[in-house]
């Protein structure tokens, strides 16, 4: 069994759905401390042939605090919301699947969750099944009582626990995990790296490795399922 695990990103970019695709069950790794200026409830789109960041209103966002308790504003929340859908208005209007994928986005932020972690999570498998991708999910707090372990042991553990036969982690983790150590308990161990897919956006220059929004708009699921295929594993 292929397994993955990694925090709750909002509308991540394509090379989490890489990961996805490339696992039988992907787990949410969301009893680990918040990343301040990370990607959890952050990305870019194309305004303007440019990227620009967006950003959901946290109220209580800390390195102290585990993703699963970080709360999104409450006060905020709305008037981004509605910031953010005419900025996905403007800036896509004229995209090919603008009207489908807007609809999905308004379905992703139909109902204010209180914490980013479930709003996060929600983002992911409305896209992965959209995507008609076939991969398992798991929330770790839901599953796993391991925080005392932390690093390599826990996901070891996490292995261990789901009898995984291989793990895969994003290539940035290089560092942190160690080959050999996983192939003493009987686990290959990969790491994905997204190879860059260009595809018609708006102007001839091409803006790589934005929100998984970008590619939604400009590219029909067959096309994606290819981009997804375009990564290097190490």
Same mark, same amino acid.
């Given at each position: ?15 989490? @759905? ?15 401390? @918040?990343?301040?200026? =990370? /990607? ?14 967006? %950003? ?15 709360? #999104? ?6 008037? /981004? ?17 603008? %009207? ?72 940035? =983790? ?6 050999? #150590? @996983? ?52």
């Amino acid at each position: 069994m292929k397994l993955a695990i990694m925090q709750p990103y909002f509308m991540p970019y394509i090379g989490y @759905f890489q990961l996805i695709n490339a696992v039988d069950k992907f787990i949410f790794y969301d009893d680990v401390t @918040f990343i301040k200026q =990370g /990607w959890i409830n952050r990305n870019q789109i194309l305004i303007n042939n440019q990227a620009k960041m967006f %950003s959901i209103p946290l109220s209580n966002a800390s390195s102290h605090v585990l993703i699963k308790d970080v709360l #999104i504003s409450e006060s905020a929340y709305q008037k /981004w919301k509605k910031s953010f859908l005419n900025s996905i208005f403007f800036s896509y209007k004229k995209a090919k699947n603008y %009207s489908k994928i807007n609809n999905l986005i308004e379905k992703i932020l139909e109902k204010k969750p209180e914490k980013i972690s479930e709003l996060a999570i929600k983002s992911v498998i409305e896209v992965a099944q959209y995507l008609n991708l076939k991969t398992e999910f798991e929330i770790c707090s839901d599953v796993y009582s391991n925080t005392y372990l932390s690093g390599q042991n826990r996901v070891l553990d996490i292995c261990r626990s789901e009898k995984a036969t291989t793990y895969i982690n994003p290539f940035g =983790g290089m560092e942190l995990y160690s080959q050999s #150590i @996983f192939y003493e308990k009987n686990i290959e161990l990969f790491f994905i790296k997204a190879n860059k897919s260009i595809y018609p956006q708006f102007s001839e220059e091409f803006v790589p490795f934005l929100s998984i929004i970008d590619v939604l708009m400009f590219n029909d699921i067959h096309d994606i399922h290819e981009q997804l295929d375009n990564f290097t594993l190490l």
